[in-house]
């Protein structure tokens, strides 16, 4: 069964930080770029972090720059989103989702090119 579980979210303080994984099963996760996004609550889904296969190479939402990073442990078929700084518009579900290919032309990237998506978890920023 092909599965993608994120876990590690919960809440924080302003000015905290998180990081989440998404464990991979049931398929080769290292064949497809890994992309995150989000959603607030009343608001559309938004691009966070696509992370090509190739090379490794990440883009980043400007609203994330310097703030999260976003890694790879293949031996453990899971992938990692590190947040810092995290502030109240932080707050969102964050989903993670394996790409059909292995490269990313950007941050953001086009539900239909998803191929597995996680359930997401939450991420609450606030004092």
């Known amino acids: 069964e092909v599965q993608l579980v994120e876990s590690g979210g919960g809440w924080v303080q302003p000015g905290g930080s998180l990081r989440l994984s998404c464990t991979a099963s049931g398929f080769h996760f290292d064949e497809y770029a890994v992309v995150w996004f989000r959603q607030a609550p009343g608001k559309e889904r938004e691009g966070v972090s696509c992370?090509?296969?190739?090379?490794?190479?990440?883009y980043y939402a400007n609203s994330m720059k310097g703030r999260f990073t976003a890694s790879s442990d293949n031996a453990k078929n899971t992938a990692y989103l590190q947040m810092h700084g995290l502030k109240p518009e932080d707050t969102a579900i964050y989903y993670c989702?394996?790409?059909?290919?292995?490269?990313?032309?950007?941050?953001?990237?086009?539900?239909?090119?998803?191929?597995?998506w996680g359930k997401g978890t939450l991420v609450t920023v606030s004092a």
């Open positions: 992370m090509g296969r190739h090379d490794g190479s990440t």
């Open positions: 989702a394996a790409l059909n290919g292995y490269y990313c032309l950007d941050y953001y990237a086009s539900p239909q090119d998803v191929a597995y």
